[in-house]
């Protein structure tokens, strides 16, 4: 009786620890970025941006909240942003979206207790012997969306004459996680995406953010098209 309460005591020790330890887990997303440039694209800094899906007009709203995220961290890297199609050198193509959902699935091993139900840790961490007499495996399944964010950067004056496009540089960005909300996602990626503005990565690129980054906040705060939260509504 004696060894079953130390065991318990133990036990329950080891849940409030547990519960001390899990405390509110920061947003972060790991980006992959890959960015690809001509040689002669320095001079070209002048741009105008514009959607690369035919069926989203400029005016649309989610556009115009993500391109004044993009605006910003091209401003930050010393571009220069025209009202004026002729007044530029650069036009920049616009896309972004999420994939279909993906189901995935892992599994773990959790000891089983004398009279005490499951232990609630996995496989891995520490736990006593005497409390367990076997083990049993649990099944988890989670959702995965893939975000993506391509912004590619064509000359203006063979774009507006007509003439077969030249492309002056492409950077794509792509991360996976469980969330599908794009608008809160986009401004990760877009600073995941700045340091790579018309650079070439030579391959794709690891690019972790979490909602301290300094950038991150410099690029949410100072997007003049942000569309504000709405207040909560009056209790009654």
């Not at 309460?5 to 405390?23: D, H, P, Q, T």
């Not at 887990?25 to 970025?33: D, S, T, Y």
């Amino acid at each position: 009786m004696y060894k079953m309460r130390c065991s318990l005591f133990l036990y329950i020790a080891l849940m409030l620890l547990s519960a001390c330890a899990m405390g509110p887990r920061k947003l972060q997303i790991n980006a992959e970025v890959d960015a690809l440039a001509a040689s002669d694209v320095q001079g070209k800094r002048r741009f105008v941006i514009l959607p690369a899906n035919k069926d989203i007009k400029p005016q649309d709203l989610q556009f115009m909240e993500f391109k004044g995220y993009v605006e910003k961290a091209l401003l930050n890297r010393g571009f220069v942003k025209v009202e004026q199609m002729q007044d530029g050198d650069a036009v920049l193509f616009l896309d972004y979206g999420t994939g279909e959902p993906q189901i995935r699935q892992y599994s773990y091993e959790v000891p089983i207790m004398n009279n005490f139900g499951y232990y609630p840790y996995y496989r891995s961490y520490r736990y006593y012997p005497s409390m367990a007499y076997g083990y049993t495996q649990h099944i988890e399944t989670y959702t995965v969306f893939k975000r993506h964010l391509t912004l590619e950067a064509y000359d203006m004056a063979a774009y507006l004459l007509q003439k077969p496009p030249v492309q002056l540089w492409k950077v794509s960005v792509q991360s996976q996680g469980q969330s599908n909300d794009l608008r809160l996602i986009f401004p990760y990626m877009v600073t995941a995406m700045q340091p790579y503005l018309a650079a070439n990565t030579g391959h794709m690129v690891a690019v972790p953010v979490d909602e301290t980054d300094l950038l991150l906040k410099d690029i949410v705060m100072n997007n003049p098209h942000r569309l504000p939260a709405a207040s909560p509504a009056p209790q009654p």
